[in-house]
């Protein structure tokens, strides 16, 4: 007999929320949903908690928590409802709740996902920017609170099961000579940088093997996402900057893999359909159906490995140079880079500028060490100031 596991899913009307309760629907044997949070739509929200039976519903906008009664009311949902940081922060650490899905995008996940790592739960952690940000504190507060740390980013969930052990919170590096991290090299892989001047949102949003939200979407193909994902790796499975290979994989089959020192490389391969690792993790150690079609081979046909490019994509470039100054220029990398996709997704910051602000960012903050939560806290908020300048000096430039 499985035991039941209650979930709280956090950003659950988003990409990953949605295919979390996805999988978690196909088993109501194993799971029971306890919270689901959503920043703004409470609408969504209602329908998802009437369709899951959950026991609480948390709007990140106070100001909505009203409407979100109704909306719930409406749905026939009986829902308790938070609402604001603090709510967020409920939903996260509820004494009832065993496994926490962190999925919010972006900064705003982070505090969330430290107080479901501070009651110990097992966490399962989409938002990287919570890991990009405040790596030490985060890995920290994982090992002193005994909460089990789980990869839901398909690259890290790959690497982590092409490992021999769990490592999940306990750095060990033993018999691992490299990561190679595999990435699409989206929508823009193959287009010379003159035509990436004029790009839409739109156009970089079209992620051409994945379906996500528009803020990773937009990483992507500035290949930034890549850039984040080497800070991740580090943190998760304390490798050192030059032991993670950046490897360009078209087809988006192969994961991720591990190369050991004995010359073996281990690789995980799968459709491109999150489920999969949201399953892995889930049920780990054991295995589920994630409703994911099967890997079909023939059809495939060959699978393609390129070396990334370092000029056309400098986000690549900055997040292995902030990695490397360690401190809080991860947290400033990740804040600038927020303010600057955020500008471009409102059409007030050229697709190509996006890197330029992130670059003058890191260069005007200087990068401290980091102690506390607090320290991570204070270099994000002074390189969101300083990055929202440097887009407004752009913005007075072309106007
Ligand atoms: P999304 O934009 O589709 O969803 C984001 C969720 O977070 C939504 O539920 C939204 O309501 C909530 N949210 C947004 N801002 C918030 C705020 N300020 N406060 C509280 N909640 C807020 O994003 P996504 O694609 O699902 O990505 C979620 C996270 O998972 C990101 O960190 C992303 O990098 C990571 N990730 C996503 C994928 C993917 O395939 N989508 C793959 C790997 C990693
Ligand atoms: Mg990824």
């Given amino acids: 007999m499985t035991r039941m596991q209650t979930i709280s899913?956090?950003?659950?009307?988003?990409?990953?929320g949605r295919s979390t309760l996805d999988v978690i629907a196909r088993h109501p044997d194993r799971f029971r949903v306890a919270a689901l949070t959503a920043s703004r739509h409470v609408d969504d929200l209602a329908e998802l908690c009437a369709r899951h039976g959950a026991a609480y519903a948390c709007v990140a906008d106070a100001s909505l928590a009203t409407a979100l009664k109704q909306s719930l009311a409406r749905c026939g949902?009986?829902?308790?409802?938070?609402c604001g940081a603090e709510g967020l922060v409920q939903a996260a650490a509820l004494s009832e709740v065993d496994c926490v899905m962190a999925a919010i995008v972006g900064a705003a996940g982070l505090e969330p996902a430290l107080a479901a790592a501070r009651a110990g739960k097992k966490l399962l952690l989409a938002n990287k920017e919570a890991l990009v940000m405040a790596g030490p504190v985060f890995m920290d507060t994982v090992r002193r609170h005994g909460a089990t740390l789980l990869p839901i980013d398909s690259e890290h969930n790959?690497?982590?099961?092409?490992?021999?052990?769990s490592l999940a919170g306990e750095p060990n590096t033993s018999g691992i000579r490299r990561i190679l991290l595999t990435g699409s090299g989206g929508p823009f892989r193959s287009r010379?940088?003159?035509?990436l001047r004029e790009v839409s949102p739109d156009q970089a949003c079209a992620h051409p093997n994945?379906?996500?939200?528009?803020?990773?979407s937009v990483d992507s193909a500035t290949m930034m996402n890549k850039g984040l994902e080497v800070i991740e790796a580090h943190w998760l499975f304390g490798v050192r900057p030059e032991q993670i290979q950046v490897v360009v994989h078209p087809?988006?089959?192969?994961?991720?893999?591990?190369?050991y020192v004995d010359g073996s490389v281990l690789a995980q391969l799968g459709n491109p359909d999150m489920r999969t690792p949201i399953a892995q993790a889930l049920s780990y150690p054991d295995r589920i159906d994630a409703g994911v079609p099967l890997l079909d081979l023939y059809a495939m046909g060959a699978l393609t490995f390129e070396q990334p490019d370092f000029e056309r994509f400098p986000g690549l470039r900055l997040a292995y140079e902030a990695l490397r100054a360690g401190g809080t220029a991860p947290s400033i990398l990740n804040a600038a880079n927020e303010i600057a996709v955020?500008?471009?997704l409102g059409g007030r910051l050229p697709f190509l500028k996006i890197s330029e602000v992130?670059?003058?960012?890191?260069?005007s903050i200087p990068c401290a060490a980091i102690g506390t939560l607090e320290d991570v806290i204070g270099a994000d908020r002074r390189a969101r100031t300083r990055a929202v300048h440097i887009v407004d000096r752009h913005r007075s430039r072309v106007a």
């Fill in 158 to 165: 790959a690497i982590f099961q092409c490992l021999p052990v």
């Fill in 77 to 82: 949902a009986t829902a308790k409802v938070l």
């Fill in 192 to 195: 010379p940088r003159s035509e």
């Fill in 251 to 259: 087809q988006s089959v192969i994961h991720s893999m591990v190369e």
């Fill in 358 to 363: 992130i670059e003058e960012t890191l260069q």
């Fill in 210 to 216: 994945w379906v996500m939200g528009r803020k990773i």
């Fill in 342 to 344: 955020a500008a471009f």
């Fill in 9 to 16: 899913v956090l950003g659950a009307t988003g990409s990953i």
